[in-house]
């Protein structure tokens, strides 16, 4: 990880400095702050990475002498069935649908969000996948 973090600090250095020359040279807001968003995003992403790679073990990709296949193996548990990212999608759709076309859909759409973010926070909590 220490890999990657230095990537996205040199990143956030090369966008800054592209926002700063397009800032002076073009005056334009838009394309300006997103730019200098994209810098803030690129810093919190490198000090992510950089932070984490300090407590974790040395992974295959820090290694000069690393195979590829010293990577290999399980990466970690993910749910194979769960229907929870379709309905907060749902949710989403609808809650920026309620951004076009009126604010009475967040009625409809909240609701959604919540009960889909509450099921998949605790889907391997009950049932007959209870995990823990």
């Known amino acids: 990880m220490k ?3 230095k990537m996205f600090l040199w990143l ?6 592209v926002a700063i020359i397009y800032g002076l040279w073009s005056h334009e807001t838009a ?7 994209a810098f803030g995003l690129s810093v919190m992403i490198g000090y ?3 932070f984490t790679a300090r407590r974790a073990d040395t992974g ?11 990577d290999a193996g399980e990466l970690g548990f993910f749910s194979p069935h769960s229907w ?17 076309f009126g604010w009475w859909l967040l009625y ?3 609701p959604v ?6 099921g998949w926070v605790f889907e391997y909590y009950r049932g007959e996948d209870q995990r823990y």
């Open 3 to 5: 890999l990657q973090g």
């Open 12 to 17: 956030a250095v090369f966008i800054l400095a």
């Open 31 to 37: 394309g300006t702050t997103a730019l200098f968003m």
């Open 48 to 50: 992510y990475l950089a």
């Open 60 to 70: 295959a990709q820090d290694r000069e002498d690393a195979d590829v296949a010293d």
């Open 84 to 100: 929870q990212p379709l309905f907060l999608g749902i949710g989403g759709a609808l809650a920026f649908m309620g951004v076009i």
């Open 108 to 110: 409809f759409s909240v």
């Open 113 to 118: 969000i919540l009960i889909a973010l509450w």
